[in-house]
């Protein structure tokens, strides 16, 4: 039964620390996608990679924060340095497809609930 | 630009009761796909299903239902008989052709089903 796999599922800190968060994508798939979920703004795109490069990462705050396909087993985005505002569930979610062909499903990891005291 | 309302944002009901959950969408690209999660009080994003612009066709999956209507922009969910197990957050989204296989999320709707 494959699955998206993220680590770790709970992380605190406080302000200024740096934060990693990584993901395994179904294998097979070539594209990645890093959500953030808050109660105040529901689900937002952060980063989007297809066959490891990086095609969008308009959402992402630029200044602190980075995602990463180190390999196509490996995601990673990094937050540096952290903020209270920064606490929230950050879903990894991967998928195929995406091209001139079908845009299918997106998996999503069980998440990384951050907390940034 | 592309957008996803779900206007309500939280319906109770009781068990066995049917409930319909409204997703209406807006895009520009003329293919398009939407989709509906379904996020349990666990916290994991469960994908429900997947439509293609091009297929109108309703689909049931055994007490779910899909009613896809273009003409009202409008993908509806409903829950035959709902159980206390489907109360969850469900999310509808929107990938359009362009936007390679980003997805564009609703607010949500929770659904409290009670005993």
């Known amino acids: 039964d494959a699955r998206v796999t993220q680590t770790p599922r709970h992380k605190v800190t406080e302000m200024g620390q740096e934060v990693t968060m990584r993901c395994q994508p179904i294998?097979?798939?070539?594209?990645v996608f890093w959500y953030r979920q808050t109660m105040m703004q529901g689900l937002e795109l952060l980063a989007y990679?297809?066959?490891?490069?990086?095609?969008?990462d308009s959402g992402m705050p630029k200044d602190r924060f980075s995602a990463e396909m180190p390999d196509a087993t490996l995601a990673t985005l990094k937050i540096q340095p952290s903020e209270p505002r920064d606490s929230a569930v950050y879903f990894c979610?991967?998928?195929?497809?995406?091209?001139?062909?079908?845009?299918?499903?997106?998996?999503f990891g069980p998440g990384t609930r951050l907390t940034v005291l | 630009a592309q957008k996803v309302t779900q206007a309500q944002t939280e319906i109770s009901v009781v068990e066995k009761e049917d409930v319909t959950l409204d997703c209406v969408y807006e895009?520009?690209?003329?293919?398009?796909?939407l989709f509906w999660y379904k996020q349990p009080p666990s916290g994991e994003l469960v994908f429900l299903i997947r439509?293609?612009?091009?297929?109108?066709q309703n689909e049931i999956s055994g007490r779910y239902s899909w009613n896809f209507q273009k003409s009202t922009s409008s993908f509806n969910f409903t829950i035959t008989a709902s159980q206390v197990v489907d109360s969850a957050v469900y999310f509808c989204?929107?990938?359009?052709?362009?936007?390679?296989?980003?997805?564009?999320f609703g607010g949500g709707t929770r659904l409290m089903v009670k005993p």
């Open positions: 294998l097979g798939h070539n594209t």
């Open positions: 989204a929107l990938s359009g052709h362009n936007a390679g296989n980003m997805l564009t």
């Open positions: 979610a991967s998928g195929s497809g995406g091209t001139s062909g079908t845009n299918n499903e997106q998996f």
């Open positions: 895009t520009r690209d003329t293919t398009y796909y």
């Open positions: 990679f297809r066959n490891r490069a990086p095609l969008d």
């Open positions: 439509r293609n612009s091009f297929d109108e």
